[in-house]
């Protein structure tokens, strides 16, 4: 048995991998298309329009929302921002295999994190979770040999990921450990996404904007693109924060982190269905491990 995992939390917190990994190949397939912090903020544009209508009193003046902006404004950075834009730009030298697994590290950073910033006491089967999922990591960066393991060098689109895990991590303790967050902002999940979306935006604009000032957007626009974005904007974005959200709150930051290394395994199947890029063996291993590491880090002790 597992602490705090009833079958309907299992639910809430395998729905963003499914989401989440179709997010990682749709962003390889429409890589040539758009440049990453482009499609960032198209698709965040997007999930705004759509979620406004149900939350837009959160933005209003007056709104609880504006005494607390700056911590609004750091989620936004870490999770819509930050972690989703260096995703896309992963995904530009790397494969979505690849970069879901390599994000398989979140585990060990959300450990970290609630150790260093939050004073949270780690287990002896926490660590021996995060020991398996980072043992994961460490075979697909290795491409299931040992001797590329000793002379590992990361891609690009590794690093990036890596990056974006640590910045997932501490967003995770942030919704778990609300210290001004309102609580008429907290109950409503619409406004309390739609506040983060808000100040998430100015930051992809932001990166956008220094994108196409270096030279390095481009955009091509079609109705495959526009079909992507619409599939990114509601699963990815909207449906899996909000099932993501809930989870956390239930399970709490450890466990769920744990949960987000299922996203391999659905994007393994992904790849090969619209990409043709089959996994290895080491990546099933690697999976192996990954899931081996959820049931240490869950289980009662």
């Known amino acids: 048995m597992h ?8 639910l809430l917190l395998t729905l963003p991998p499914i989401f989440w990994s179709g997010n990682a190949v749709v962003g390889r397939l429409v890589a040539p298309l758009v440049s990453p912090m482009t499609l960032n903020l198209m698709r965040w544009t997007l999930a705004f329009v759509l979620l406004l209508p149900l939350a837009a009193p959160v933005l209003r003046r007056g709104s609880a929302l504006w005494p607390n902006w700056q911590r609004f404004a750091v989620l936004g950075l870490l999770s819509i921002g930050g ?8 995904l530009n030298t790397s494969t979505p295999i690849n970069v879901t697994l390599v994000g398989a590290s979140t585990p060990v950073w959300t450990l970290l994190m609630g150790r260093v910033f939050f004073g949270i006491r780690i287990s002896g089967k926490q660590w021996l979770g995060a020991l398996l999922s980072i043992s994961g990591v460490l075979l697909v960066l290795s491409r299931g040999q040992l001797d590329v393991l000793l002379q590992v060098r990361l891609v690009p689109g590794d690093v990036y990921i890596l990056l974006a895990s640590a910045a997932w991590a501490y967003y995770s303790w942030m919704l778990a450990h609300p210290t001004t967050e309102p609580a ?12 983060q979306i808000a100040f998430g935006l100015v930051w992809s604009a932001l990166f956008s904007g220094a994108e196409w000032s270096l030279g390095l957007g481009r955009l091509e626009l079609s109705w495959g693109l526009a079909l992507a974005l619409l599939f990114i904007a509601i699963g990815p974005a909207l449906l899996a924060y909000r099932a993501f959200g809930a989870g956390v709150a239930r399970a709490g930051p450890s466990v769920a982190g744990f949960f987000i290394n299922l996203t391999p395994l659905f994007t393994a199947v992904l790849s090969a269905a619209f990409l043709g890029e089959l996994p290895h063996l080491y990546h099933g291993l690697a999976f192996g491990l990954i899931v081996g590491g959820i049931w240490v880090s869950a289980s009662r002790r």
Do not use: C, G, V
């Open 83 to 90: 972690y989703n834009a260096l995703l896309y730009l992963s």
């Open 184 to 195: 008429e902002i907290k109950r409503d999940w619409a406004a309390f996404l739609l506040a």
């Open 3 to 10: 602490a705090k995992l009833s079958p309907s939390t299992i």
